[in-house]
C-alpha cells in the first residue's frame, strides 16, 4: 500500500504541474496559460455566438445603404430585335409591309422618386435604429458569454484548489497510515484500524481523480467557449491568480441600486428602447401609402428596320401626258409635263438610323392612392401591433433584468452568510480534529471516533471552499451589472 501510495502521488504531482505550466494551444499558435483576462478578450473576437450575431450587423448596415440608394434615380437599359415575315406595320417608316424584315430598337429610361410620403426618409431612420439595436444585440451575446467564462474560469479555480485540498488529506492519511502501521506492528492497535485508514486512504484517491475529472470538464467548458479547435484539457491551462477571502461585512447596497445602473447602460434595456422607436418609425412608413406619390419619368430611344433604305436622286426629266384636246376634231391635243427625278435606292446602314430615328421623353408621374383592398390600412395597423408588442418586450426586459438582478442580490447575502458560517465552522472543526488527534495518540479515543472528527473536518475545508468561491463570483456579478470589470 504505500508502494502504491507513493506512485500514486507522483503522477498526481506531475498531472497538476501539466494542468499549471502546460502551453494552451490556439487554432495556429501556442500560448502560454491563459489569465481571466485573456480569455474574456479572445471569446469577444472568436466566440461562434458573438461573431454571428456580427452578422446581423453587417445585414442591418446594408439595410440602411439599401434605403439611401433608393433616393437614387433608377436608370435602365434595354434593347431588342426581331425578324418578321409577312405583313407588318414597319415601325420605323410607319407602314404596312408583306417581306421579310429585321428590326430593332434600344433605349434607356429612368425615373426619380421626389415625393412619396417621406416613406424612404422613415426607412432611413428606421434601418439606422435597427443597426443600433444590432449592436446592442451583440453586446448583450457578448455579456453573457462573458459571465460563462467567468462561470467556467472560476470552476476551474475551484476544482483545482478542491484537488489541493484533497491532494493534502491524502498526504495526511497515508501519514496516519504509516504511523498506524508502525502501532498494529508493536500491538499497540488493532488491525481494523490499518484496514479502516486504508479504506480511507483509497476514498481520498477517489476523490482525487473525481476533483481532476472536474477540472478536465471545467477546461473543454472554457475551451469551447473561446473556440479553441485544437485545443483540449491536457494542452489547456489558466492562470491561478490568489483569491483573497472576499469581505465577510454585511453587502453595502441594495438590489434597487443595481438596477438603476444597470437599466441605463445593460444591452437588453437599451436595445428594447430602439426596438420601440424602430417600431413607431414603421408606422409613419406604413402611414406614408396614404400620400400621394410624384415622380420624374424620362427615356431616350430608337429604332431600325432592314425594310428602310435611302434614295439618290438622279437627272430630272419630264413625262408628257395627255389631258385632252383643244378642238372637237382632236387635232390639237393638250399635254401636261410633269417634271420627276430618278430615285435609286440605296441602304441606310445601322448606326445611321439609329442616329436619325432618335427619340425623346420627358415627364411627371403623379399617383394618387384611392381604393387598393385596404393595403395601406391594414399595413398601419399591423405596424401599429408591432409596436405595442415593441413596448411590452421592453417591458418584459425590465422585469426580466429587475429579476435576475433581485435574485443575484439574494443568492449573493446568501453566500456571505454561508461563507461567514462556514468559516466559524471550519474553524471549530480544525480545534475538534486537533484535540481528536491528541487523544487517539493518547489512547483515549478509537478510530471510528477520529474518523468522525476528520469528515467533520473535511466537509467544513469543502464547505469553505466552495462558499468563499460563490460568495465571490456572486459579487463579481453583481458588480458586473453595476459596470464594472470582472477580474480577479
Known amino acids: 500500500m504505500r508502494r502504491f501510495s507513493s506512485k500514486f502521488l507522483s503522477t498526481l504531482g506531475l498531472v497538476i504541474g501539466c494542468h499549471t505550466f502546460t502551453l494552451a494551444q490556439t487554432g495556429t499558435s501556442a500560448e502560454a496559460v491563459w489569465s481571466l483576462e485573456q480569455c474574456v478578450e479572445h471569446a469577444a473576437k472568436n466566440n461562434l455566438q458573438i461573431r454571428q450575431s456580427g452578422l446581423s450587423i453587417e445585414q442591418a448596415t446594408i439595410d440602411v445603404n439599401q434605403a439611401r440608394a433608393d433616393q437614387l434615380p433608377q436608370i435602365n437599359g434595354s434593347g431588342s430585335h426581331g425578324f418578321n415575315n409577312g405583313f407588318f406595320l414597319d415601325p420605323v417608316r410607319n407602314q404596312i409591309q408583306n417581306t421579310q424584315i429585321w428590326s430593332g430598337n434600344v433605349g434607356v429610361n429612368g425615373s426619380v422618386n421626389l415625393y412619396s410620403g417621406l416613406q424612404t426618409h422613415n426607412t432611413i431612420k428606421r434601418n439606422r435604429l435597427e443597426v443600433q439595436a444590432s449592436q446592442l444585440d451583440q453586446q448583450k451575446v457578448q455579456n453573457d458569454v462573458t459571465l460563462n467564462v467567468v462561470t467556467a474560469y472560476m470552476n476551474i479555480l475551484l476544482n483545482q484548489e478542491i484537488l489541493k485540498t484533497n491532494q493534502e488529506r491524502l498526504n495526511l492519511t497515508q501519514s496516519q497510515l504509516e504511523r498506524t502501521q508502525k502501532l498494529f506492528k508493536a500491538g499497540s492497535v488493532p488491525e481494523s484500524n490499518v484496514l479502516d485508514l486504508s479504506a480511507q486512504m483509497a476514498s481520498d484517491e477517489l476523490n482525487i481523480i473525481t476533483a481532476q475529472n472536474n477540472i478536465e470538464l471545467a477546461e473543454l467548458q472554457l475551451i469551447q467557449l473561446l473556440n479553441l479547435t485544437n485545443s483540449n484539457p491536457a494542452n489547456f491551462s489558466i492562470v491561478i491568480p490568489n483569491i483573497p477571502d472576499p469581505d465577510q461585512m454585511v453587502i453595502a447596497f441594495n438590489a434597487e441600486d443595481v438596477y438603476a445602473t444597470a437599466s441605463d447602460r445593460m ?43 435611302l434614295i439618290s436622286l438622279g437627272n430630272t426629266i419630264s413625262q408628257r401626258t395627255l389631258v385632252g384636246y383643244q378642238d372637237e376634231n382632236m387635232n390639237q391635243p393638250i399635254y401636261i409635263y410633269t417634271p420627276s427625278v430618278e430615285q435609286t435606292p440605296r441602304e441606310y446602314p445601322y448606326f445611321n438610323q439609329l442616329q436619325d430615328n432618335i427619340g425623346q ?3 411627371l408621374n403623379l399617383s394618387v392612392p384611392i381604393l387598393n383592398g385596404f393595403r395601406v390600412r391594414n399595413n398601419v395597423q399591423l405596424s401599429r401591433i408591432s409596436l405595442k408588442n415593441a413596448e411590452i418586450n421592453s417591458d418584459i426586459a425590465k422585469n426580466e433584468l429587475k429579476q435576475t438582478i433581485a435574485q443575484a442580490y439574494t443568492d449573493a447575502i446568501g453566500a456571505q452568510k454561508r461563507f461567514v458560517a462556514a468559516r466559524k465552522q471550519l474553524v471549530a472543526f480544525e480545534q475538534a480534529y486537533k484535540n481528536a488527534e491528541i487523544r487517539l495518540n493518547n489512547g483515549l479515543i478509537n478510530n471510528v471516533d477520529f474518523n468522525v472528527a476528520r469528515n467533520n473536518l473535511v466537509k467544513a475545508q469543502s464547505d469553505i471552499i466552495q462558499a468563499k468561491y460563490d460568495y465571490t463570483f456572486r459579487l463579481k456579478f453583481l458588480e458586473f451589472y453595476q459596470g464594472k470589470t470582472i477580474t480577479l
Open 361 to 363: 421623353y420627358i415627364g
Open 267 to 309: 444591452p437588453e434595456i437599451l436595445r428594447a428602447r430602439l426596438r420601440i422607436q424602430s417600431a413607431d418609425k414603421s408606422i409613419a412608413i406604413a402611414k406614408g401609402g396614404y400620400q400621394p406619390r410624384l415622380s420624374l419619368v424620362g427615356s431616350i430611344n430608337t429604332r431600325y428596320s432592314s425594310g428602310s433604305s
